[in-house]
């Protein structure tokens, strides 16, 4: 079983800055892309930056020259680095890892639990 631990989430001023982690745990075999989604009350979850296990990134628009996301592959890890937060920021971010493999088995995605970031205007 892997389990993805978030981290980072907290309640910032506008205009401030904030570095998500999430680190997955278990028999990890080999891992494809992570990435972080979010979504706010009464809104669909909707992806925010997603990172390859070659370093490829795709952001959304909103948030393009404001997050940077990066990844430690030693460490099965990715981390969120969000400057400028806007209060439309505001909302419950998850990490989600692509087709992990832990066995010879199907590999299959995990989602972790979400960590709030709530942005004051």
């Known amino acids: 079983q892997v389990q993805l631990v978030e981290s980072g989430g907290c309640l910032v001023q506008a205009g401030g800055s904030l570095r998500l982690s999430c680190a997955a745990a278990?028999?990890?075999?080999?891992?494809?892309?992570m990435g972080w989604y979010r979504q706010a009350p009464g809104k669909q979850r909707e992806l925010v930056a997603r990172?390859?296990?070659?370093?490829?990134?795709i952001y959304a628009d909103s948030v393009k020259g404001r997050f940077t996301i990066s990844r430690d592959n030693a460490k099965n890890t990715v981390y969120l680095q969000m400057n400028s937060l806007k209060p439309e920021d505001t909302a419950l971010y998850y990490c989600?890892?692509?087709?992990?493999?832990?066995?010879?088995?199907?590999?299959?995605?995990?989602w972790g639990q979400g960590t709030q970031v709530t942005v004051s205007s």
């Open positions: 990172i390859t296990s070659g370093g490829t990134t």
């Open positions: 278990g028999s990890i075999v080999s891992m494809s892309a």
């Open positions: 989600n890892a692509e087709r992990v493999r832990t066995g010879p088995w199907a590999a299959r995605d995990y």
